[in-house]
């Protein structure tokens, strides 16, 4: 695997591949790689012929007292693991190439309506940092076939959002959750955890799966599922952000007559604020 660090030379390698009429696969993340970014490679192998891993911990996507300092960079141990897996290039660009003219100089991207909801409300400007840097990313790398994980599920719909309102042509990927063996969600922010948090941290998972079984069992009072699993989280130690039925289609609050609904939660547990989903379709 190739390790490139500016957009030129990127551009370079990837040309002389898209003349060859290969079909060039992204995947974005921000690094501290674990299994479920392995999958997204795994996912993007099998709808391209050359994929390219991006890291980049974006700094327009954290707010102010966010982990932005703290987020864990580990470039050598991430590049071993990409090689493993078989990724063609690695795209690790300096918040220099990324933002030539600073933060506060760059043309931002912001998706209406849907990033003010949910993680959007407990984290201004967020889903802006975030529209903003895929939308540079598939400006620089002109992706086919772009795979995002679905634990990110409000960002999957701002992504899929931006690149259908700005016409860029690229296939959208949803990859299903990965989790452990005690089915919490992988993420680079369960390394804050200790091991009781870990232990607790799994509550999230089987809080969703049980409001899943009273949706299907025909509850439709939701204000008070969001109340008693809040509630159930807190028993565990969780602090509440937030705790949503909602509808699939734009993420507003569900309704009695709804049928494809989501069920996004957020909630911190000690040091690191995580999130999980689960989809309830009748
Ligand atoms: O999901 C992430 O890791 C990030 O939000 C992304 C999509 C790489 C943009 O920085």
New binding site residues.
Partial sequence: MKTLHSIQALRDELAVYRRAGKKIGLV???GNLHEGHLQLIDLAKQHADIVVA?I?V?PL?FGAGEDLDKYPRTLADDQDKLTRQGCDFLFAPTEDEMYPNGRSAQTQVSVPAISDLHCGASRPGHFTG?AT??CKLFGIAQPDVAV??EK?YQ?LMV?RQMAADLCIPVNIVGAPIARNADGLALSSRNGYLSDDEKARAIALRATLNQTAQALKAGEKDFARLQETAQQQLETQGFRRDYYMICRQTDLQPATATDNKLVILAAAHMGPARLIDNLEVSF
Avoid: S
Wanted: proline share 7%; glycine share 6%.
């Fill in positions: 974005p993340t921000m991006t980049f974006n996507q975030v840097v895929v995002f994980g990110d960002q992504i």
